[in-house]
Structure formats: C-alpha cells, structure tokens
C-alpha cells in the first residue's frame, strides 16, 4: 500500500491510502465539512492562517481532533517568511501543541526558517507521540539535525536526495501536499535509495504502523 502522509488531494486511487489535510481558511475545506466516511485525516490551522482564527474555528478543531479518523494535528507550524507576525504564529502553533498532547497525536509540521524555535519547543512538549516536518527540502546536512532532535521528515515531489539517503529506515514518509502522484513519488524515491519498491513500501508501511497501530483498520488500507 502507497502511503500518502500528507496531501491536500482526495484519494483517487485503492491502492493509495493518504491523510487528507484540512485547515482553516477560506481556500481549504473548511472544518465544518462532513468527513467522508472510510477516509484519514489531519486537522489544525497553517501558520499563514494563525492571524484568522475564531472561537468558532478553536472550537471546530477542539471536536475535529478527538474523532479516530483524524489521526495528526497539522499542518501546523511556524513560517518565517510569510504569513502574520512570528508572535501571533507561535501563540496559534502552542496552543495546538497543546491540543496535540490532550488527544496524544502527532503532528504534521509547516517549517520555515524556524528549527531553533521548533527543536526548543519539542523539548518542553513532551506528549506527542511524534513530530512530522512536511514537504522537507533542505539538504543532508538540516535533514540530520531534525533527526537528531528527534523529528520525523516527509518528503513531497520536490525532495532532495542526498536529504533521502541521510534518513534511516523508519524515519521517514512520503507525500503529496498540493500536486503529483505517490506512485511516481515512491518509484523516484526507490531509484535514489536503490531499493526495490516493494522495500520501500514495506519500510514506509512499517514506520506507519509504528505511529499509527490501529490506522490500518480505517480507511483504503
């Protein structure tokens, strides 16, 4: 099975089994949105949109994020080169670190240009149960500091492969976010790794499995 840890499509294929992301924000399917049931999900407010939320928007993620289908808080994050200030981002991200620790979920990070900030964080943030860098594209040398400190790294169709190759078995996922296919991701990421896809999709279904025991129950799996 192809997973598909992060992407803002909906699932198109059986073969594919993808967390579909949703956030608050006019341009993304709003939290009101029925869930379509057999589906995953991730839930939380982008950084970009830090400066939008509501106490209609708190209250919709607060009920979003206790539902089993909604396995990861995110995309959440912290960017410093767009969106509202860094200190209005950074009081939106804690409070939904918070959230994350009450329902003990991952969560699925937006990061730019802010790894101090978010390396300090995860030390005073104890029960996640894991920290996910999204659509990662800094090299080999970034990609082993988020290990070292403990974070997972996804990877989306604009990767950098030396940055694939520093990561250990079981550390890392592979993505969508907003365009491209997974299959064709997953037979770009082999060729680097020199893997056989099968290896690779075993390897990858593994690190799931080790995240998420019971996901394999619900939705295209």
């Not at 379509?36 to 407010?45: K, Q």
């Not at 509501?54 to 995110?74: D, H, Q, R, Y």
């Not at 003990?104 to 995860?122: C, E, N, W």
């Not at 080999?140 to 520093?166: Q, R």
Request: charge should be neutral.
């Amino acid at each position: 099975m192809y997973i598909d840890i992060h992407s803002h499509q909906p699932t198109t294929r059986a073969s594919v089994f993808r967390v579909f992301n949703l956030m608050a924000g006019a341009s993304e399917t709003p939290f009101s949105a029925p869930l379509d049931e057999g589906l995953v999900f991730s839930a939380g407010v982008h950084p970009w949109e830090a400066d939008s939320t509501t106490t209609k928007v708190w209250s919709a993620l607060e009920n979003l994020v206790i539902k089993p289908e909604v396995l990861m808080v995110g995309e959440i994050g912290l960017d410093k080169l767009k969106g509202p200030s860094l200190e209005v981002q950074m009081a939106v991200f804690k409070r939904q670190l918070l959230l994350a620790e009450s329902v003990s979920k991952p969560v699925i990070i937006h990061a730019v240009r802010s790894s101090d900030a978010l390396m300090a964080l995860k030390k005073t943030t104890t029960g996640i149960p894991a920290w996910i860098i999204h659509g990662f594209r800094g090299g080999p040398v970034e990609a082993a500091n988020w290990l070292s400190h403990g974070f997972f790294l996804s990877f989306g169709p604009a990767f950098n492969p030396a940055s694939l190759l520093a990561c250990p078995p079981g550390r890392f996922f592979l993505e969508t976010d907003e365009k491209g296919d997974i299959v064709a991701l997953y037979e770009q990421a082999a060729l680097v790794m020199g893997w056989s896809l099968d290896r690779l999709v075993s390897v990858v279904e593994a690190a799931w499995a080790g995240l998420f025991p019971s996901a394999n129950k619900k939705g295209r799996w």
